[in-house]
């Protein structure tokens, strides 16, 4: 099973709208999380990171953290087809490498 | 600038045939790593390098192997190339194993 599981697959988001992505580890080991942004037929970019409970705003983008849980959202708001792409997170903690999720699909309709 | 280059970005080969991909990167990252991405199925790793000659499989080595025998320079080498190592190839850098990876802009290899 794999240990960072993404929801939605997809998801469709009129333009303006907010997109809000769900990341959760089933590892209890890890203690920091990635969102990475892969526009179609690019190399992913890390866009924030988040380590700390509660929530850390970049501009349009935000992510909350629950360690509790082990579950981090991220949220666009007034999204923009240049938003369109895959979202990838991924979760590190101690010695581990990064455990990546397999992605939700970001389309942004006009 | 800071970046990994993949060479080459573009990659037919016959199946049975030996394959070699290239990457650098000029960031002096301790860490190198190279991953295949297939639809639907997120970031593989195959190979994860600590260091010069210091190399650990990763979640799906077989059909592959990799060298490092400078810290800026990871090669993947692929013998004997199968049908279903067709995907696209992204080698990456970090400063440490638990930091922001930085990727290169990938190779697309397909197996015929």
């Known amino acids: 099973q794999q240990k960072v599981q993404q929801s939605p697959e997809s998801l469709i988001v009129p333009e303006g709208g907010m997109a809000s992505l769900n990341c959760t580890s089933s590892d209890r080991n890890v203690d920091y999380f990635w969102w990475y942004r892969q526009h179609s037929g690019k190399s992913p970019k890390m866009l924030m990171?988040?380590?700390s409970n509660g929530e850390k705003e970049e501009g349009r983008f935000t992510v909350h953290l629950n360690k509790a849980s082990l579950h981090t959202s991220l949220h666009i708001r007034d999204s923009q087809p240049s938003d369109s792409a895959l979202y990838l997170c991924a979760a590190s903690g101690g010695n581990y490498q990064l455990i990546w999720g397999s992605g939700t699909k970001l389309i942004i309709k006009p | 600038d800071m970046k990994v280059t993949q060479m080459p970005r573009y990659l037919i080969k016959r199946m049975g045939e030996n394959v070699l991909l290239e990457c650098g990167q000029d960031m002096s990252h301790e860490t190198m790593y190279w991953y295949r991405q297939d639809p639907g199925l997120g970031l593989q790793l195959i190979y994860i390098s600590y260091d010069v000659d210091s190399n650990s499989e990763g979640d799906i080595p077989k059909g592959y192997r990799v060298s490092r025998k400078k810290r800026e320079h990871f090669s993947l080498i692929l013998d004997s190339a199968k049908t279903n190592q067709t995907s696209v190839y992204f080698c990456?850098?970090?400063?440490?194993?638990?930091?922001?990876?930085?990727f290169g802009k990938g190779t697309r290899l397909t197996v015929v």
């Open positions: 990171s988040i380590f």
């Open positions: 990456a850098s970090s400063p440490g194993h638990s930091t922001e990876v930085f």
